[in-house]
């Protein structure tokens, strides 16, 4: 009789919470980027929002937390109310490598952050500007082999993947550049147009244009394979750099806390979103790759980045330079 009431008991508060989840949300949902408006995680979260909003039912609302190479948005959710009103959209190096590159983070994204769903993944693509004359990476590397110090490279902040992919190459060739970050990938664009900086490894979202209209060289994509979006622009695999795979990847989080219902449905209507066919042309003329994960699975593959990614960072001696 016990067992039968403690299954009854059991019963009613998982059809209580899966009815709490239902309803939810009851008021507006913020979607926080660590980066400034215009950068690759606030153009995939403004497009996702477009279905994602109808599908709760409520507003959905991006909020820019610029700063600190992101860690300062992702420090914000962290310390956030789990009341199931504010998520995070945010990216490798916040989320990841910088629990190795910094003594004093503010935060531990593994211990205070709760996955929610990996959205997307992009390639960085390789530019120069056209007073480096460099067109392709043999030429480019060799450029930086001959003049240390000469060129400045932008990133989108200390311990991004824009700033290790670079960092990475150069290690391997010997080589040295001068490292300026900036709050995002459309700040850094700008500094490459003016001429402030002479070289970069950022998310084709931002730097394609640019490529098209003839003021940035096209030099190599970071990823595995050739772009179907970029065919004509060769990986760093094809041009010796087997082991420099840079990806960026953007991955939805909520504050510790958060009911696990609620994050669950979070999950499965940002997963329905990315499959949606409309939703998807958009992201991959966008230069995304929409991914749509499991809880589970996020952690699963954050995990898996620390364990890649820590070995490497410490070989190269990597540290913030702000």
């Not at 209580?16 to 008021?27: R, V």
């Not at 930086?144 to 200390?158: C, D, I, M, Q």
């Not at 749509?292 to 070995?311: C, I």
Request: proline share 10%.
């Amino acid at each position: 009789m016990k067992l039968n009431r403690l299954g009854v008991a059991l019963g009613l508060a998982a059809a209580a919470c899966m009815a709490a989840a239902q309803q939810w949300p009851q008021g507006p949902v913020r979607i926080v980027v660590p980066f400034g408006a215009g950068s690759s995680p606030d153009i995939l979260a403004r497009i996702v929002n477009e279905k994602l909003a109808p599908r709760l039912g409520q507003p959905v609302i991006v909020e820019n937390r610029p700063g600190a190479g992101g860690n300062s948005g992702t420090d914000y959710v962290s310390k956030a109310a789990p009341d199931g009103r504010t998520f995070l959209l945010s990216v490798n190096a916040p989320l990841v490598y910088n629990t190795v590159l910094y003594n004093n983070l503010p935060y531990d994204p593994f211990r205070d952050l709760v996955p929610v769903s990996l959205a997307a993944t992009t390639p960085n693509l390789c530019v120069a500007t056209p007073s480096m004359n460099v067109k392709s990476v043999k030429a480019w590397l060799d450029a930086l082999r001959r003049e240390p110090g000469k060129f400045n490279f932008a990133s989108t902040g200390n311990g991004s993947i824009s700033h290790l992919g670079v960092e990475l190459i150069k290690a391997r060739t010997q080589s040295y550049a001068v490292h300026i970050p900036f709050a995002s990938s459309s700040q850094a664009t700008v500094a490459l147009v003016q001429g402030e900086v002479q070289f970069a490894c950022l998310p084709p979202v931002s730097v394609m244009p640019q490529v098209k209209a003839g003021r940035l060289v096209a030099l190599a994509v970071t990823s595995a394979e050739r772009s179907p979006l970029m065919p004509d622009v060769p990986t760093l695999r094809e041009s010796g750099f087997a082991d420099v795979q840079a990806v960026p990847w953007f991955a939805y989080m909520a504050p510790k806390g958060t009911p696990p219902d609620v994050v669950q449905r979070m999950s499965r209507e940002i997963a329905s979103v990315l499959q949606d066919p409309q939703t998807r042309e958009r992201l991959q003329t966008a230069y995304f790759d929409p991914v749509g994960s499991t809880p589970a699975e996020l952690a699963k593959f954050m995990t898996q980045e620390l364990q890649l990614w820590k070995p490497v960072i410490e070989r190269a001696g990597l540290k913030p330079t702000d």
